[in-house]
């Protein structure tokens, strides 16, 4: 009687439980927690003169982190970072408010409109802003065009190229989560501060705001985390000028080929994530708005 | 009427600052376009040489773009199918059951939301070039897989969220298994939410960078060919490939987004 | 007692739907005015352009004698009571209170004791920490309320505002209301759907339909003398006959109707004009013979108990249905038989008739 019971049990529950979850769980575990486990113990490891991995316990990599070259970049790659993420609100914000309230019937392809660049390749639309940008490219010519200067001027590779790069690569990630705060925003309410004599701006500070601070955290967590990992961006528009941490991580596992210290440096973005996860947390932030 | 005007001002105040957003949201996409017309034919192909079409058809002669394009698809392709089935899975036996390590799997979920992709990146190349899996196609799909599987599965779980458990039973009242029940009842219902997730996640596999660069081997993804490219000046065949694609995905929203506005409705 | 908002000609339109046509009302100070109406009428949107919330495509609104045109919602001396309540959820109940006030600039320790005042009057003490979602519906219903009164308005506009509690609660929070009023001698303009509730609590009442202010009255007014066919079917249960004037001799009037002849009597009417004539349940009387005058025939098909009072169903040989209504315990007639209704030719209500199609109908079964 037992077995059978049990037998009716395995049957009922555990054997469709491991079905349904048992790939999800395999994938998470071999493809995400090992690996990252295995980046931590790399970056405790050594290379030998061939630049080949060598389990040999050191703390160097680690060391290494702190030197003065790798702490500027930190500072640059956290300053384009919280650059991005403020142009991202400042522009995201109003923009998703009017998009997400207006009246008209439109409403649904003026949303649509702002996902569709993001179908074509990101590399390509960033290095579109490169033609638009250079020395001969459009904007100059129209400003010579127009004699507002005689000599074209260099926009390109500085850190304001790069955050005008990471800004227009992750500002849906701002724009999306703050539509849907607003759009849930329920319009009595703005009406009901109105008319209980409140002026525009205090309905905004006082019941608007509050009440989309949830779009606005977890529009910057995915813009400020990406952004510290966006080489390319600032491979194409900064130049060299602008690293972030991505471009350190990155030069590492190519062309420096010193992949314990790459693993290293990666420990500092996934400790970055992990804090500011934690606030976001702390601060009332939902996970699963992140996954949109 | 002076709150009338107020009203009206402000509203053009807004369309002007709408406007000047999305034209800076499609600014390099004109470039694009327009590069991709562009009859120059020396490197870096910045300057304008005049007017042509040319690179529309000379785009099919050029076989490792093509290529490229053609792995980036297979691979988008694969790797979506492959999300779909176990995020769906996984969503809904999450849902469903609870088991030791549920919270574990569930913290997991979050990493290659929030993580920045590099680090997913090297931590994939890291361990692949430890098991010795030679890089190409498998370990591209494999990571995509990877970072396609949560979106997957949160947008099914948004679905779950309003499920009635009870449909479910009545199905298995009725006389159906739960295999039957699963592809008769559930899937139909969560339909929305799994037709979501495959949607986002063929996007950010057809447009992922990072990943791939690290993991991709001597196989290359479109991106990667654009990054290739790059160095040497962007070919006018890209970005007419470019827009092409462009093209199609417009014209493939369009057709669903019509036909879902259609179907609600009735 | 002066006038203390003066709606002049107002029109509402939306792209083609004209939802407020022509309206001219007059408020009373201290008086409680319902609105009241189906769903579309256009009751809101005149409370909403009373608030502020729209604006009219043409006309005035005047609140104490001033055009309040210009005037955005945060600066006129109204305050609405929402159907949904719309408390600011991530605001405590004392918050959501003192919102009013903090706008103001009141002091703080006036704005703590204004709003214990005001949540003793609405029977909230003990809840100022709570946040909204804390609350049961007829307590979200107290707050709002005292929200909207902290600011001390002239005008308290209420949107259906007991449109989401149940019926018990409804009548509890109907009296209260109504006390609340007189106490604070504030006007009140109420928004309902729901006739009874606006016929216990209000002063007069306004019927609006299809965007029309279809009359304007006392509660008995409404009820006893509907101006119109849509008032009266709308206010209370009725029976309704579209007839055509045969003959008028004094106040006297014998109207044709569909199946025969009926009386009633009134002024103001002329001879062959189309009439509505409507007659409540409970003047409804009946004969085994037909009385003079009256020339209609029902057979009784059904009897409905609803408490203490005996509801009986007789169908006219037009199939319509003829309701009569009598205590319980007072003498009906048996299933199935065959009666004739009449009634005191006082007790029914004339009703010209604008509606065009009924006069084609008319024409042909009366005439034709």
Known sequence: MKSAHAKHEWKSNTLPAMVMVGPVTLCMILLVAIPLIYVGVMSFCSIDQYYNVVFKFTTQNHLRLFSTDYLKIYGQSLAIAFLTTLFCILIGYPFSYLIARTKSKRKKLLYMLVIIPFWTNSLIRIYGWRTFLGTNGWLNTALQFLHLTSEPIDFLFKQGTTVLGMVYCLIPFMILPLYTSIEKLDTNLLEASSDLGAKKISTFLEVVLPLTAGGIFSGSIMVFIPCLGYFFVSDILGGGNSDVIGNLIERQFQSGNNWPLGAALSIILILITLLLVKLYQKMGGDMESLGM | ?266 | ?368
């Open chain 3, 1 to 368: 007692m002066g006038h203390i908002v003066e709606i002049e000609g107002v029109n509402k339109i939306y792209g083609t739907n004209h939802v407020v046509k022509d309206l001219n009302l007059t408020v009373e100070e201290g008086e409680f005015l319902t609105l009241l109406g189906s769903s579309g009428c256009g009751k809101t949107t005149t409370l909403r352009m009373i608030a502020g919330f729209e604006e009219p495509s043409s006309g005035s609104i005047k609140v104490e004698g001033e055009s309040i045109e210009e005037k955005e919602p945060y600066e006129r001396n109204v305050n609405t009571v929402f159907q949904s309540y719309a408390l600011f959820p991530h605001k405590t109940i004392f918050d959501n209170i003192a919102y009013g006030l903090k706008m103001k600039k009141v002091p703080k320790d006036e704005i703590k004791k204004r709003v214990m005042e005001m949540m003793e009057l609405v029977q909230l003490e003990g809840f100022e920490k709570r946040y909204p979602n804390q609350l049961s519906g007829g307590q979200k219903q107290r707050v709002a309320i005292a929200r909207a009164l902290i600011n001390r308005p002239r005008v308290l506009l209420l949107d259906e505002p007991l449109g989401a509690l149940d019926l018990k609660l409804r009548k509890q929070m109907q009296l209260e209301l109504k006390r609340l009023q007189k106490k604070l001698n504030i006007t009140f303009i109420y928004v309902t759907h729901d006739q009874e509730e606006a016929l216990t609590m209000s002063d007069r009442i306004a019927i609006m339909h299809e965007g029309i202010l279809d009359q304007l009255g006392t509660p008995t007014e409404i009820y006893e003398k509907p101006k119109t066919k849509f008032v009266a079917t709308f206010i209370g249960e009725t029976n309704i006959f579209d007839g055509c004037i045969a003959e008028i001799t004094d106040q006297d009037i014998t109207i044709n109707v569909e199946n025969g002849a009926v009386l009633g009597k009134a002024v103001g009417f002329q001879n062959g004009e189309y009439i509505t004539v409507s007659i409540r349940p409970e003047k409804m009387k009946y004969a085994s013979a037909p009385v003079e005058g009256f020339s209609i025939e029902a057979k009784v098909r059904d009897y409905i108990y609803v408490g203490s009072i005996v509801k009986c169903i007789a169908v006219l040989p037009n199939g319509n249905e003829l309701k009569i209504e009598r205590l319980a315990g007072e003498a009906l007639p048996e299933l199935e038989t065959t009666i004739y209704p009449y009634w005191n030719r006082e007790d029914a209500v004339l009703i010209h008739n604008q509606d065009q199609v009924v006069f084609q109908a008319m024409e042909n079964i009366v005439l034709g």
């Open chain 2, 1 to 266: 009427m002076k709150r009338k005007t107020k009203a009206k001002l402000q509203k053009r105040l807004g369309i002007v600052f709408c406007s000047l957003v999305y034209m800076f949201l499609f600014l390099p996409i004109s470039v694009i376009v327009v590069n991709s017309m562009n009859a120059t034919t020396s490197k870096p192909y910045l300057s304008w040489k005049g007017f042509t079409l040319d690179w529309y058809v000379k785009l099919f002669d050029n076989s490792s773009l093509l290529s490229s394009f053609g792995n980036t698809m297979i691979i988008a392709l694969v790797s979506t199918l492959l999300a779909t089935i176990i995020g769906t899975l996984g969503a809904v036996g999450m849902y469903k059951y609870k088991f030791r390590g549920k919270s574990i799997i569930d913290g997991l979920l979050y990493i290659p939301v929030v993580i920045p992709e590099i680090v997913l990146g090297i931590s994939l190349l890291t361990i692949f070039s430890k098991v010795s899996i030679p890089r190409g196609m498998l370990t591209l799909i494999l990571a995509h897989v990877t970072f396609c599987v949560p979106f997957v599965i949160f947008n099914v779980r948004a679905r779950l969220d309003g499920y009635d458990n009870s449909i479910e039973e009545a199905s298995m009242d009725l006389g159906a298994n739960r295999v039957t029940t699963f592809f008769e009842i559930t899937l139909p219902v969560l339909a929305p939410g799994i037709a979501g997730g495959a949607l986002l996640a063929f996007t950010l596999s057809i447009d992922d960078v990072i990943i791939s660069y690290f993991v991709n081997g001597q196989t290359k993804t479109y991106p990667l060919k654009v990054m290739e490219s790059i160095k040497s000046g962007v070919a006018p065949d890209v970005n007419a490939l470019s827009t092409l694609i462009l093209l199609a995905t417009v014209i493939l929203v369009v057709l669903t987004q019509s036909d879902l506005l259609k179907r609600r409705e009735k």
